[in-house]
């Protein structure tokens, strides 16, 4: 029988209140606490809790507090990410961020999901589906990523957007529900 974590890697249903679940999540809470207690202060610091909580953690990134994930070990950021305050990540699947990448304040990325049957619901259950962000992006602030999109390299997400569907490369794309209003030059 697989673990509930074995489950989230494979893309399975699972339940996220069990034991090893839940103690991931309540590491992944004392470390981001601590990252957002520090505020401007101690950069080693937060280098430190940068490169314990998340999967990988790119060189010159710059997460501005408040910042909350669930698990922080599927995440993934590349080199001179920039990602200003208020973001959240639920994490249970992989989320990808490129380099070169800005994210807006009061952002949200959903890789977590839950099925449309209620009776799957009422048992607990629960899906994560991976999300990536391509290379030199922008995500304008209170965009909100749902799960299993992949934004393109060198895309615009406007402000406020809503990103249900995966958004290509070189591209402007805006609005609930996202979509491209413009080509740019690559």
Known sequence: MKSEKEKILRGNLYNA?????????????????????????KPERKTEILNILLEH?????CI?????????????????????????????????IGAHTLIGPN????????????KLRAQDLENAKPITIGENCWIGG??????????????VIGAGSVVTKSIPNDVVAVG???RVIKTLNP
Not at 17 to 41: D, H, I, P, T, V
Not at 66 to 87: Q, R
């Open 57 to 61: 953690c790119g060189s010159d990134v």
């Open 64 to 96: 501005e507090p408040p910042f909350y994930c669930d698990y922080g070990s599927h995440i993934h950021i590349e080199n001179n990410v920039f990602i200003n305050f208020n973001c959240t990540i639920l994490d249970a699947a992989q989320v990808r």
């Open 142 to 155: 209170a965009s909100v990523i749902c799960p299993g999109v992949t934004i393109g390299n060198r895309s």
């Open 107 to 118: 952002v949200q990325i959903y890789s977590a999901t839950h099925p449309t049957n209620w």
């Open 17 to 41: 209140f069990g034991l090893e679940l839940s103690q991931e999540r309540e590491r992944a809470y004392q470390l981001f606490s601590e990252l957002n207690a520090l505020g401007k202060s």
């Open 176 to 178: 609930n529900p996202c």
